[in-house]
């Protein structure tokens, strides 16, 4: 278990393989399933790319191994500040994420250890959506991404039942479809001309260092 959690840095993934290995599923649906779940990623790493454009090559494929849901959030969260310097944009990612892995690791290590002998009325897996639930509000800063998380809930409900956990990647495209349009008809959605993106405002101020 704790050698899956170094492995896949993914919670929503690991409790979906565990779960189909505990039903002796085969080696191919549990490595489907596990990608197909993770697929999010990409929309992730679209969207905070472009803060990270200017990190060298080995930088970014270390910072896409850390790329999970919490450190995602609070980190575009923290960017979006028009107060944040480009240059913390490294230490405050990488600070977030060694804070994340090493608290994930250490309670994992705690889980197997303690878990057998914890009651199973306590319900403990309920923790998870509301994690998911907290990460959430903390992003919905404008109509876009409140239309989007919307459409998207909406959409993760009635597609619960397709197969494949299909119904995920469904919901999550469609929520950001209903975003980009609401963005775009209130002409807010961003402009990118291939060097300064969103940090265009302060490049001309701040010099951008990767250290």
């Not at 929309?43 to 905070?48: E, G």
């Not at 998207?152 to 009635?158: D, E, P």
């Amino acid at each position: 278990m704790v050698g899956m959690s170094l492995l896949l840095f993914s919670g929503a993934a690991q409790l979906a393989v565990i779960d189909l290995i505990g039903q002796n599923a085969p080696v191919a649906v549990v490595i489907v399933t596990a990608i197909i779940i993770n697929i999010r990623h990409i929309m992730y790493s679209a969207s905070i790319a472009p803060y990270f454009r200017r990190f060298d090559t080995a930088t970014k494929w270390v910072a896409a191994y850390f790329l999970a849901d919490e450190i995602y959030a609070v980190s575009i969260t923290e960017y979006r500040d028009p107060v944040t310097e480009l240059r913390s944009h490294k230490l405050f990612y990488f600070g977030a994420a060694t804070a994340f892995f090493t608290t994930w690791l250490s309670s994992t290590t705690l889980g197997v250890v303690l878990g057998a002998n914890l009651p199973s009325g306590l319900s403990l897996e309920f923790a998870i959506p509301l994690t998911y639930l907290a990460l959430l509000f903390s992003v919905l800063d404008d109509q876009s991404t409140e239309i989007a998380a919307l459409v998207g809930g909406a959409v993760a409900v009635l597609a619960s039942s397709v197969p494949l956990n299909l119904g995920l990647v469904i919901a999550a495209s469609t929520g950001i479809v209903a975003g980009v349009v609401i963005d775009i008809r209130g002409g807010q959605f961003p402009k990118v001309d291939g060097t300064d993106g969103p940090d265009a405002e302060r490049s001309s101020t701040t010099e951008v260092g990767e250290e």
